[in-house]
C-alpha cells in the first residue's frame, strides 16, 4: 500500500489580493493573446448511399429542438461551476457558454479569481444598454432599464452589495432560461481564399427572466459557426444531427445532442477566433427596456472584440432606419435588385462612404420598409431579410418567433417559423438537398444572412 500523500495547505493570500490581481489582467487584457487552444478536427465520414426525403426529417429533434426533456434537463442546463468547458454537466447552461468564450487571461484564473473574471464580463455587456453607444457613426440611445430588470435583481439573489466592480454574481441563479437548441445548416459557407467557411450555424435561445423571475419578452441567442476544415465537414455535420432523428427524446437522445453542440460551444472550437471561440454573434430581442410609451422593440448584436469581450456590433442585414425612403437606400436596392430577390445580398457596413448598416434594429409600431424606386417584390424581399422586417410586417409576426416559456412548458414558435420547418418549408427542403448531396463539388452556399430569432 502506498504511502498517503501529504495534505497540501493553501497558501495564505491577502484581502482583496486576487481582486488586485484580476483588475490589473483585465487592464491588460487587450496585450494578452487570445486562446490558442487546439481546434478539434471534423473527421469526414462516408456519405450514406440512401436517398432522403423530407417525411424521413424530423425538425422537433434534428432542427429546431424545444422539447421539455432538452431544455428542462437539469443535468445539462444546470450550472456546474466545477466541471470543465467539454463535461456534460451544465453544458447548456447560460454559465457554461459564457464561461468558455472568456478571454484566455481571465479563463487561466482558478477559484475565486475565475468567479469574478465570469461576473465581470458579463456585467461588461450588461451595461453597455446603461449608456448611449456609438456603432458605425450612428448613436444607439440607452435603454437603462436593464438595471432595474436584469443586473441589480441578479446582484441581489447573488449577495453582492458593493460596486460591480467587485461583485461576483452566481451563474447558477442567471436570470436566464433556455428556450430552445437550433441546428442551421442553410446558413452554410464553402471554404474560400483566406476564408475557412463553416458547416452553418448552432443557435441557443434563452428568455430572460425579471426579478421575481417572471418571463419577459426579452430573448438573448448565442450564434455559433460550425467549424469545418474542408467541405466535406459541411455533410458531416449534417449526418450528425440527422441521426438525431434515430433517437427518441430522452437521457440518451440529451447525450448524442450534447456531443454534437459541444463540438461548437467549446472553448477553441474556433482558434484562430477571438478567445478561441466559435462565437459569431450574440444577439438580444427585447421590449421591456425600452424608455418610450408605448414601448418599442428593438435588436442589438455582439460580438468579441480585439478586447476578448462582448462589444456592441452592427445588426447584419439591417439597414440604418433613418435611411427608411431615402433615395439613398432606393438607389442601392436597385443596384443588388437581382441578389436579393436571390437571397444572397449583404448589407453592406458602409455605402458611397458612409454608414450604411444599422448600430441597432428598432421596430417602432407600424414600421414599415419604403425603398423608393424598385418593385414591390424587390421592396418585400430586402424588408424581409432585415431584422425589423422579418419579425413584424414582413412576416405578420408579432416580434417573437421563439416565445418565451414556464418550466415545464415548451417554446411556441411563430407561424412563420412552423411553415419554415414544415416538410415543405424551406429548412426542411435544403437540409433533404443537402443530405442527397453525392458530390462535394456541388454543395452550394446557404443564405447570406439570416438573423430571424432562432
Not at 487584457?29 to 448511399?49: F, I, M, Y
Not at 458593493?162 to 430552445?180: S, Y
Request: with cysteine; glycine share 8%; proline share 7%.
Amino acid at each position: 500500500m502506498s504511502s498517503p500523500k501529504p495534505i497540501r495547505r493553501p497558501r495564505a493570500v491577502a484581502p482583496h489580493s486576487w481582486l488586485r490581481r484580476l483588475t490589473v489582467c483585465v487592464l491588460a487584457l487587450a496585450a494578452c493573446g487570445p486562446s490558442e487552444d487546439g481546434r478539434e478536427e471534423v473527421a469526414a465520414t462516408e456519405t450514406l448511399r440512401q436517398a432522403v426525403d423530407s417525411t424521413s426529417i424530423d425538425p422537433a429533434r434534428q432542427l429546431f429542438v424545444t422539447d421539455v426533456s432538452v431544455v428542462d434537463d437539469a443535468r445539462f442546463t444546470k450550472w456546474n461551476p466545477r466541471k470543465t468547458n467539454t463535461e456534460p454537466d451544465g453544458g447548456w447552461s447560460f454559465g457554461r457558454l459564457i464561461d468558455n468564450m472568456l478571454p484566455d487571461a481571465l479563463y487561466r484564473l482558478k477559484g475565486r479569481e475565475r468567479d469574478h473574471a465570469r461576473s465581470l464580463f458579463v456585467l461588461h455587456w450588461l451595461r453597455t444598454w446603461e449608456h448611449d453607444q456609438l456603432v458605425n457613426g450612428q448613436q444607439v440611445p440607452a435603454r437603462p432599464a436593464i438595471r432595474s430588470l436584469v443586473i441589480d435583481p441578479w446582484r441581489a439573489a447573488s449577495g453582492c452589495t458593493g460596486t460591480d466592480m467587485h461583485c461576483v454574481l452566481d451563474f447558477g441563479k442567471a436570470p436566464f432560461r433556455l428556450l430552445a437548441i437550433v441546428y442551421r445548416p442553410d446558413l452554410r459557407r464553402l471554404p474560400r481564399l483566406g476564408e475557412p467557411g463553416r458547416a452553418g450555424e448552432g443557435r441557443f435561445v434563452f428568455g430572460v427572466l425579471g426579478p421575481n423571475g417572471e418571463r419577459k419578452p426579452f430573448t438573448v441567442i448565442f450564434e455559433y459557426g460550425l467549424p469545418i476544415t474542408g467541405a466535406a465537414d459541411i455533410l458531416v455535420w449534417a449526418k450528425r444531427f440527422q441521426a438525431l432523428g434515430q433517437e427518441p427524446f430522452g437521457p440518451k437522445y440529451n447525450e448524442q445532442l450534447f456531443e454534437a453542440t459541444r463540438r461548437f460551444t467549446r472553448r477553441g472550437a474556433a482558434s484562430r477566433r477571438h478567445n478561441g471561440s466559435a462565437l459569431l454573434q450574440l444577439r438580444t430581442n427585447e421590449v421591456p427596456l425600452s424608455p418610450a410609451t408605448p414601448q418599442e422593440w428593438e435588436m442589438r448584436e455582439f460580438v468579441l472584440g480585439p478586447s476578448g469581450f462582448l462589444t456592441p456590433d452592427t445588426v447584419k442585414q439591417e439597414v440604418d432606419a433613418a435611411l427608411n425612403g431615402s433615395q439613398t437606400l432606393g438607389d442601392w436596392a436597385a443596384q443588388n435588385a437581382s441578389a436579393i430577390l436571390a437571397g444572397t445580398h449583404e448589407v453592406p457596413v458602409r455605402w458611397r462612404r458612409a454608414p450604411f448598416r444599422a448600430g441597432a434594429a428598432p421596430v417602432p409600431a407600424g414600421s414599415l420598409w419604403q425603398v423608393p424606386g424598385v418593385t414591390e417584390e424587390v421592396r418585400h424581399a430586402f424588408a424581409k431579410a432585415t431584422c425589423s422586417g422579418c419579425h413584424k410586417a414582413e412576416t405578420a409576426t408579432n416580434f417573437l418567433h421563439v416565445r418565451t416559456r414556464e418550466v415545464g412548458a415548451a417554446s411556441s414558435v411563430s407561424a412563420f417559423l412552423a411553415q419554415e420547418l414544415a416538410p415543405d418549408g424551406p429548412r426542411v427542403t435544403d437540409f433533404v438537398e443537402l443530405l442527397n448531396t453525392r458530390d462535394l463539388g456541388r454543395v452550394k452556399d446557404g443564405k447570406r444572412e439570416d438573423h430571424s430569432q432562432d
